[in-house]
């Protein structure tokens, strides 16, 4: 199994070396300064890829070692999810997707490492937007959990895309493994998901997938609702903002809604964090 995690690792990272050692020698013997500037940005593109691969090794090393920092305090669950949506805009934008948040009023903190639940979902998103063709939709949303779920946070992040068959479903959380959609686009390393629910899980979590061909994925995943053992001891919560601050009832532009707003889903308040992509 060493060997074979050993050989992997040595393709994935030989890939994207070779690529960066191509553009530089092109750039060093002369080049043509009507494509240095594209040759200069795919070697930027695998300095990043490089980048990203050397910290999942490393990050996977962690939690298999049981080495990766993890702290816990209470997180408003729903600022954490729009601002993972709003650092992705511009790639939305740039494909023509359209990108938005739902979340239930008056959701409960949960407990969990804010800087784990924002790689959480920004590694989820990042998948629906690679997936999602222009015209498509990725919509990020997080209400309570019900019943089995109670006394917990539920994050999902669906989009549509071209779906996931039955078979591959049941290896996508594994350590590089990849569905026939990854392979096919490149780039990934296999690695992402697996980190990505082992992360949850650490935090208290649990992950699953819902999925048809043709129909688009949905990936959830839940965090335990934050228990403060006494006022005085409970401590700020985090990733709050002012516009969050303002409340359920207020709109991102700051103007009052209605009362009784919603958009058609009982007891969830729409957050347009972007205007439709035409």
């Not at 040595?10 to 553009?23: D, F, I, K, Y």
């Not at 009052?256 to 889903?265: C, F, I």
Request: glycine letters at 12%; one cysteine or more; charged letters at 25%.
């Amino acid at each position: 199994m060493e060997d074979k995690t050993a050989a992997y690792l040595t393709h994935e990272l030989r890939a994207p070396l070779t690529a960066v050692r191509c553009a530089l020698e092109l750039l060093r013997d002369g080049g043509d300064p009507a494509t240095d500037a594209e040759v200069l940005q795919i070697a930027l593109r695998n300095v990043e890829r490089l980048a990203g691969l050397i910290d999942d090794i490393l990050e996977t090393s962690q939690l298999q070692t049981g080495r990766l920092p993890l702290s816990s305090r209470p997180l408003e669950s729903g600022c954490a999810a729009r601002d993972a949506v709003t650092a992705l805009l511009p790639w939305a934008d740039r494909k023509g997707v359209k990108l938005a948040v739902v979340r239930e009023a008056d959701l409960p903190p949960v407990a969990g490492d804010p800087k784990r639940l924002t790689q959480v979902l920004t590694n989820l998103i990042s998948n629906a937007l690679k997936f999602t063709p222009a015209g498509g939709r990725v919509e990020v949303s997080v209400r309570r959990g019900r019943r089995d779920r109670a006394g917990s946070v539920v994050f999902c992040v669906r989009d549509t895309g071209p779906g996931i068959d039955p078979e591959e479903q049941t290896k996508l959380f594994r350590y590089f493994a990849q569905g026939a959609a990854g392979k096919a686009a490149g780039g990934g390393t296999g690695l992402g998901l697996a980190i990505a629910r082992a992360m949850v899980e650490l935090m208290g979590g649990s992950m699953w997938l819902e999925s048809e061909p043709g129909r688009g994925a949905g990936f959830y995943f839940t965090l335990p609702v934050h228990i403060a053992l006494s006022t005085a001891a409970s401590a700020p919560l985090e990733g709050g903002s002012r516009a969050f601050e303002e409340g359920a009832g207020r709109r991102e532009d700051g103007q009052d809604r209605p009362e009784g707003h919603h958009d058609g889903r009982a007891g969830r308040g729409v957050e347009p964090v972007r205007r439709d992509h035409p």
